[in-house]
Structures are given as C-alpha cells and as structure tokens.
C-alpha cells in the first residue's frame, strides 16, 4: 500500500482571508515503511507572510519572494499524490489550503476520502488528552529536538512515526543528515526499526495452554 505523509506552512490560518501555502513537504510510504521517494518546494505566495505564521516558520517575505508559485510546481505535486493515500496531522486545514490553491489554477481538489487524519486517530484513541504533533511524539518518546521552527519535511518525519504509533505498527526510525546552508535531508535508505514483532516459541505456547487449564478454572467471560 502506498501513502504519502503530507505537511504544509502558509502565511496564515485562513484562506478566507487570502493566506496562500509557502511551503509542501510529502514523503512516500510503501506499506508504511519510508522509500527513497519524497517532495519538497518552498513557494511564493505572492502576498506578505503573517507575524503570527513568521513566528511559527521563520520564512521571511525576502526569502519566498524568489521561490517558485503554485501553478509551477503544480503537476509535479499531483503526479507525486496521485492514487496514494494522504497522511495528514489536522487534514481540514491542510486540504483547505492545498485545494485553495488548486482552485485558483482550475484543477481538480483534493477529496477528502482520500485523506488519513492522524488528529482524528489520536482523538479516538485518546480522548480528553492533548494531541498536537509534539504531544504525541512525547507520548511516543519520538525525539523532535530538530523542530525548532515548523518545516514541511521535518513534520513529515515526525508523523510519519506517530503515524506508525497510532496505528500500532513497526516503527522505522529516520536518519537525518546536514547538509550545506544548514538545509537538513532526510536519508531513507537504511530502515531500522525501533519496535519488534517477538512471536512466542512451541514450548512457551504449550506452558500458556497448560496455565489455562490448570490456573484458570473459572470462567470469567
């Protein structure tokens, strides 16, 4: 199965206010192990970035202003999505944005049956608690040191082990490597896995038998 762990920063929360993405980040899973597959662009949104989102991200107006816009990077982005599953931390507002911004360049929008919102999984499975992206990775015990600042592919990485977490899968660990002009990159290639499947041996299958029968005379169901 194929899926695409998904993020994006924007000048703003609403797009009804004219907010536009400034940056996309996905990384591909292949039966939610990492490939070597991912997509990352920064863009220009063609408006001034908020104080609000500068504090979050730290894009500077200067900085998006030579970046490439939306309908440049279009193709590519849908060609990378295309019949995969999304995985998305808070997909309403994500998904609200992406297909905002394919609407202005008259392309089809992004449905949301084809969307995992991985808040709504942990909303199920922990109902009351906080689950915000660093609340689970410190449930998780999910070392996000790296996210100073909130990034695209850095996110991605982070969900896609809380991904893995919630839906109580193996768990590949990531390895990140600097590179020039302190952009990170994130080295696929060798899957490690922080979590292992223990099956019980004949002996130890036949002393749980022997237990039953012997220890538990009572039928509690």
Not at 99 to 126: P, W
Not at 158 to 174: A, C, F, M, S, W
């Amino acid at each position: 199965m194929i899926e695409v762990v998904l993020d994006t920063e924007t000048t703003g929360l609403n797009v009804k206010e004219g907010h536009r993405i400034v940056e996309i980040g996905c990384i591909e899973l292949n039966n939610q192990i990492p490939t070597s597959k991912k997509f990352h662009c920064y863009l220009n949104p063609e408006r001034k970035v908020s104080e609000k989102a500068f504090e979050v991200h730290g894009y500077t107006d200067e900085f998006l202003s030579s970046k490439k816009k939306f309908f440049e990077i279009c193709d590519d982005f849908l060609n990378f999505i295309e019949n995969k599953k999304l995985i998305i931390h808070n997909a309403d507002f994500d998904l609200s944005h992406l297909n905002n911004e394919l609407s202005l360049v008259g392309r089809k929008k992004i449905d949301k049956k084809n969307v995992i919102d991985t808040l709504e999984l942990a909303r199920d499975k922990f109902p009351g608690s906080s689950i915000s992206l660093d609340a689970l990775c410190k449930r998780y015990r999910i070392d996000n040191s790296k996210r100073a600042k909130h990034t695209a592919l850095i996110d991605c990485e982070l969900l896609t082990k809380v991904y893995i977490n919630l839906i109580d899968q193996k768990e590949p660990t990531l390895n990140f490597q600097k590179q020039k002009n302190d952009e990170i990159d994130i080295n696929l290639s060798n899957n490690l896995y922080c979590k292992k499947i223990v099956k019980p041996t004949t002996e130890e299958i036949q002393l749980h038998k022997n237990y039953l029968k012997t220890t538990l005379k009572k039928n509690f169901f």
